[in-house]
């Protein structure tokens, strides 16, 4: 049982680059959500999706784009990287019920 | 606008020194109230979700309790396994977590 995997684990990408950063789950989670967490300021809501093509932002989701083809995957996509994007970046997944949500491990970037 | 403040931002116990760590928060319609353990480079793991003042949950040497306005987090006899960041978090729906900072709990041998 895997959970919630997240890659990669880390990366480093020059600002204006793109990038994907992948997240995929297998308890047949409705709910998947996308955190960054910065020194001092806890982890942020960036986007959530609360099932296959429905998509909506969180607290943070400038520079950001989602989406949800399918109920395992919700991929995150950095369209022109910037030095603020610079974080560590969290996956989770919950069912409906949503008494428990589950974290993947993180995805650690740079942007330089 | 949902706020959750965790006090002490860092805590250092010895073993076998019992102490509670606190959770504020303010929410429009609470969904649930979670906690937390991350360990330095890893993810979150969970560890509990209340709902409703009055209700509280144990997990070994863990138990936590929830208010109107508060969480508890209750360590007892701590042990150095124990030492991590402890996070809370609530939810107004959507399972969207609003987090706070977290309290770094170390226990020395």
């Known amino acids: 049982n895997a959970g919630v995997t997240q890659t990669p684990k880390f990366q480093v990408l020059k600002t204006g680059q793109s990038m994907t950063l992948q997240c995929a789950q297998d308890?047949?989670?409705?709910?998947m959500s996308w955190y960054r967490q910065d020194p001092g300021m806890g982890l942020r809501l960036i986007h959530y999706?609360?099932?296959?093509?429905?998509?909506d932002q969180g607290e943070v989701p400038n520079g950001y784009n989602v989406s949800r083809s399918t109920t395992e995957d919700f991929p995150l996509r950095l369209l022109s990287a910037a030095p603020s994007q610079t974080s560590v970046y969290f996956c989770a997944s919950s069912s409906l019920s949503g008494n428990t949500i589950y974290f993947g491990e993180g995805s650690w970037l740079t942007v330089v | 606008e949902d706020q959750v403040t965790q006090s002490p931002e860092a805590l250092r116990l010895q073993e076998g020194e019992s102490s509670s760590l606190n959770c504020s928060y303010t929410?429009?319609?609470?969904?649930?109230l979670f906690w937390y353990r991350q360990d330095p480079g890893k993810g979150p793991e969970f560890l509990f979700t209340?709902?409703?003042a009055g209700e509280e949950k144990e997990k070994e040497r863990l138990k936590a309790t929830l208010t109107k306005k508060e969480s508890f987090l209750h360590i007892t006899a701590p042990k150095p396994e124990d030492s991590a960041t402890y996070l809370c978090?609530?939810?107004?729906?959507?399972?969207?977590?609003?987090f706070g900072q977290g309290t770094r709990l170390t226990i020395n041998p």
């Open positions: 308890m047949n989670h409705e709910y």
């Open positions: 209340l709902y409703s």
């Open positions: 999706s609360v099932g296959a093509g429905i998509t």
């Open positions: 978090a609530v939810s107004g729906g959507a399972q969207k977590l609003v």
């Open positions: 929410v429009s319609g609470l969904r649930g």
